[in-house]
């Protein structure tokens, strides 16, 4: 049983590149979701999805896009990296409200 | 809007001390309480939830209740291993589905 899985693990992009930060699940969970994590910070929603189709923006959503056309994949685009993103991404996915949340393993971005 | 707050760390300890991680929060309605915990170069696993006031969540020798009249989910552990070193999150989740809403996050290291 995969989980959530993301790819890549780590990635070093110059200012300005874009990229995609691959997200699927295998649970067929309705809920997806990216967060960031910065040093003290804890995590921050950077979007969301409620199912295929359906995306709404977080807290922190400006330089990131996502688009949901499968139940089990949720990619987030960097349309044109800065060194302010560079952080660590997790993917999470879970059931309907008040149950349990999964997460990837994270995936350490750095932009230079 | 919702908020957590938890006590900044490092928290340092010797093993056999007994941990408590305070953590306080703002939010409208009734929201489900979390313990997340992230242990050095992986993601975050669910450590332990409570869904209403006065629940206990417990898991693997840590505890947390669910306080309404002060607003706090502290977690505790009687007596804490070396293996027990990671950050710790507290969390909150809306009824909208898995947005969480962390705290900073507590570091925690305990020495042999």
């Known amino acids: 049983n995969a989980g959530v899985t993301q790819t890549p693990k780590f990635q070093v992009l110059k200012t300005g590149q874009s990229m995609t930060l691959q997200c699927a699940q295998d649970?067929?969970?309705?809920?997806m979701s990216w967060y960031r994590q910065d040093p003290g910070m804890g995590l921050r929603l950077i979007h969301y999805s409620v199912g295929a189709g359906i995306t709404d923006q977080g807290e922190v959503p400006n330089g990131y896009n996502v688009s949901r056309s499968t139940t089990e994949d949720f990619p987030l685009r960097l349309l044109s990296a800065a060194p302010s993103q560079t952080s660590v991404y997790f993917c999470?996915?879970?059931?309907?409200?008040?149950?349990?949340?999964?997460f990837g393993e994270g995936s350490w971005l750095t932009v230079v | 809007g919702d908020s957590v707050t938890q006590m900044e760390g490092p928290v340092t300890l010797s093993e056999e001390a007994f941990l408590t991680i305070n953590c306080t929060y703002t939010?409208?309605?009734?929201?489900?309480l979390f313990w997340y915990v992230q242990y050095p170069g992986e993601g975050l696993q669910l450590l332990l939830k409570a869904t209403k006031a006065d629940d206990k969540g417990s898991n693997k020798g840590f505890e947390a209740t669910y306080r309404k009249e002060t607003t706090s989910f502290h977690l505790e552990k009687g007596s804490v291993q070396v293996s027990d070193s990671a950050v710790y999150f507290c969390a909150l989740g809306g009824a909208a589905g898995n947005k969480l809403t962390f705290g900073g996050g507590t570091r925690v290291l305990v020495k042999p």
């Open positions: 999470a996915s879970s059931y309907p409200a008040g149950n349990t949340i999964y």
């Open positions: 649970m067929n969970h309705e809920y």
């Open positions: 939010a409208t309605g009734y929201p489900s």
